[in-house]
């Protein structure tokens, strides 16, 4: 039986055939106006093996949020997946890869380096009891010292 196509791009991903950590091009959609949205799939933990705790990826959340945005100004949005096992990175009229990986590596480097992290408060946060400095740096150190994989999505 043939599997049917779904709707959302990472739907059709076979899951058990990827290798995390890796960043990949999951989607481009062109506006109206000629303008190209390229979503990436940043893969951090290994899907059905492994997942970020919540308080760590919501400070990692914000802080790729902010600092992403001190090295593009082409960063539309940086989104935690439901399932903890990474984020999208959607960008407006940038297609150079190798760019998106030097972005995210500057910006896991500026979450190291953070001594807090920003928003955590309850006028600018839906959340503010659920964040851990400490967690989102070790998200990035770990995601960094496997920065050589970033480009293998298969195992």
Request: hydrophobic share 35%; with cysteine; net charge negative.
């Amino acid at each position: 039986m043939a599997e049917q196509k779904m709707n959302v791009e990472s739907f059709n991903l076979d899951h058990t055939k990827v290798k995390a950590p890796y960043i990949r091009l999951a989607d481009i959609k062109t506006g109206a106006n000629g303008d190209n949205i390229h979503k990436y799939d940043l893969r951090i933990c290994q899907p059905n093996k492994g997942h970020m705790e919540m308080p760590a990826l919501h400070s990692l959340e914000h802080m790729m949020a902010e600092h992403s945005r001190n090295h593009t100004q082409q960063v539309v949005d940086i989104s935690p997946m439901g399932c903890q096992t990474g984020f999208y990175i959607a960008m407006i009229n940038h297609d150079d890869y190798d760019e998106v990986l030097n972005i995210v590596e500057k910006t896991l480097n500026d979450v190291i380096n953070a001594d807090e992290v920003p928003a955590c408060n309850e006028m600018q946060c839906g959340w503010a009891a659920s964040h851990s400095l400490e967690g989102a740096q070790d998200l990035a150190r770990d995601l960094l010292a496997k920065r050589s994989e970033w480009t293998q999505v298969f195992a």
